[in-house]
């Protein structure tokens, strides 16, 4: 297994001011353990059992234009970007403005969005759950749509319209930026999952529900006439092991994984400054975690 990094708190001893440095030093540290993947959590506010609203959260398409410039190997990416939060065309023109300034390295994750305060609290259209994903796989055929060079005419669609899907420059990446799509909702997600994207992202919750989950997409792949293989499968584990630095509780964690296909395991610990921690504990779980089947 490959390891990324999810950064999902932004507080610290330094506050604030301070941020701009950790964000540097963690992205040096992320290259420098061998990660090739690092993300960061996209939300207006900050989740409850990240402390709360109140709680520091940065915007997203910003601090990874940060990092990339602090960065030049790691594949950076929202994990992940609700559909709700920017208009498609809009989140299309972000994607690829970050591929192209970092080199083609971005990441296209998106859902179909969930956090229903942080819409209400700064005035963000929130709709029911099935609005969201309709919106979500509308999105995802515009998104494809600006970046297919021989095609920039208009998207009519039951809630977007756009008269000119033109993005210039296109990005660096070919075909285009991956698109991941993160959950595991096994009529709707892993259907989309099927369709459009490049790469699945499912909790770390118990091995054989994650079993159960690629099992469900390779039916969807199947009816879509997809090949299975060709779906990059990452997870992200948030367990007390990565938090505490606990390598052999981390592995033990794991192990189940294996024989999965799972192709990279994302740590996301609760921790407001990383970059100390992926210097002492990731680098390691990065050569343990390639082992892994």
């Not at 990240?50 to 940065?58: D, F, I, Q, T, V």
């Not at 398409?61 to 065309?89: D, F, K, M, N």
């Not at 998104?143 to 920039?152: A, I, Q, Y």
Request: proline fraction near 4%; charge should be negative; include cysteine.
């Amino acid at each position: 297994m490959r390891v990324g990094v999810h950064i999902n708190q932004f507080g610290g001893t330094g506050g604030a001011a301070a941020l701009g440095a950790e964000l540097a030093a963690a992205g040096a540290a992320a290259e420098a353990a061998g990660v090739s993947r690092l993300s960061v959590m996209d939300h207006y506010f900050q989740m409850e059992f990240n402390g709360g609203a109140e709680a520091p959260m940065l915007e997203a398409y910003t601090t990874l234009g940060y990092l990339a410039a602090h960065t030049s190997t790691v594949r950076l990416g929202a994990l992940v970007t609700g559909v709700t939060y920017r208009h498609p065309g809009l989140l299309a023109k972000i994607a690829t403005t970050l591929d192209v300034l970092s080199g083609g390295r971005a990441s296209l994750g998106i859902g179909a969005a969930w956090y229903d305060r942080e819409h209400e609290g700064l005035g963000v259209a929130f709709p029911p759950t099935a609005e969201r994903f309709e919106r979500l796989e509308e999105t995802l055929r515009i998104v494809l749509r600006m970046w297919d060079p021989k095609d920039d005419g208009p998207f009519e669609g039951a809630y977007y319209r756009l008269a000119e899907t033109l993005c210039v420059p296109a990005p660096v990446s070919a075909p285009h930026p991956e698109i991941l799509i993160g959950g595991g909702g096994e009529r709707k997600t892993l259907r989309l999952v099927a369709r459009y994207a490049d790469a699945c992202n499912l909790f770390a919750s118990t091995p054989e529900e994650v079993r159960h989950k690629l099992d469900v997409l390779r039916g969807h792949c199947a009816a879509e006439e997809r090949d299975y293989d060709t779906v990059l499968k990452t997870i992200t584990y948030s367990g007390d092991a990565a938090t505490e630095g606990d390598l052999d509780g981390l592995l033990r964690d794991l192990s189940g994984y294996t024989g999965l296909g799972i192709d990279t395991v994302i740590l996301a610990p609760r921790l407001g400054e990383t970059s100390g921690w992926i210097e002492s504990f990731v680098g390691p779980a990065v050569r343990r975690l390639a082992e892994l089947d």
